[in-house]
């Protein structure tokens, strides 16, 4: 049987790239300079010799934009490069462009932490227990996306302290069931820079420095951050697409993540 996408509804899983102060650290923000269809002339003209502006259709030419980005800017997918220069056991880490696409379109999951503080780091128990009240066994290739608090705030002032962050047990334990791709709504899938600065200078423990991220030297996969609209979202019985846009060997690629919901 055809896969019919009208038998679904679709919520789109993806923040908007913007030029806004409060999506990223400053070193990361994204740049985006826009040209309008009277400032893309020059470049249009250009390329036609003997073309008049004024023969063209409403006086205008072309709309264009520059982007000044990483791959990590908006909703993306990190691949295993990201997290180190190996994984599963020694074997060179891939880029994003050497992801199994079909990791990247399977049913979903979604574990709602939002009742948790910001800063808390997730554990496999936390897991387990999230599992067991919406009733659901994970199976092998399950998307699984955590909600937290960041995901209502993003775009806003204190986006970058907001949420939990899942650690490296708790990451673990997805993997290790057989979960390929998971995702958060906030900035990262380790908690925020702020907890975590905090606890390693009282600790001096170098171990919980993205420890969410390097449980990727162990077992790879991929990881989306910057969702939205997860709240949206039932606890599963959805499917998600988030194929990653194709950058060579890149840590990183834009996904437009959409999740789809049966009529």
């Known amino acids: 049987m055809i896969f019919n996408p009208r038998n679904f509804d679709i919520i789109d ?11 990223d650290p400053p070193p990361l923000l994204p740049k985006i300079e826009y040209t309008d269809h009277q400032e893309g002339w ?3 003209g250009a390329m036609f010799p003997g073309l ?3 023969q063209l259709p409403g006086d205008e030419a072309w709309a264009a934009e520059r982007l000044d980005i ?36 399977q049913p979903g999951v979604k574990l709602d932490f939002r009742n948790f503080p910001d800063g808390y780091v ?20 399950d998307i699984v996306v955590v909600n937290t608090r960041a995901g209502a705030l993003f775009g806003q ?8 962050g899942i650690g490296r047990e708790a990451t673990l334990y997805l993997l290790e069931k057989g979960v390929k791709v998971v995702g958060t709504d906030a900035w990262s899938w380790d908690a925020p820079f702020k907890y975590t600065r905090e606890r390693f200078a009282e600790s001096g423990d170098p171990s919980i420095i ?17 969702l939205s609209n997860l709240e949206a979202l039932p606890a599963n019985g959805f499917l998600i697409s988030c194929f990653p846009y194709k950058i060579k060997r890149a840590s990183a690629g834009f996904v437009r993540a959409v999740a789809l919901l049966p009529k």
């Open 157 to 164: 002032p204190g986006y970058l302290e907001a949420g939990v």
């Open 52 to 54: 008049q502006k004024d």
């Open 70 to 105: 990483t791959t990590h800017s908006g909703t993306h997918m990190d691949a295993p490069w990201h997290y180190a220069s190996t994984t599963d056991g020694g074997k060179p880490a891939y880029g994003i462009d050497e992801l199994p696409l079909e990791w990247c379109f």
């Open 122 to 141: 997730i554990t496999a128990e936390d897991v387990e227990k999230e599992l067991a009240r919406i009733n659901h066994t994970l199976e092998p290739l």
């Open 13 to 23: 899983l993806s923040v908007t790239l913007d030029n806004n102060p409060y999506t």
């Open 210 to 226: 993205w420890e969410g991220h390097k449980a990727g030297r162990d077992i790879g996969y991929g990881q989306m951050e910057k």
């Open 42 to 44: 020059p470049e249009m």
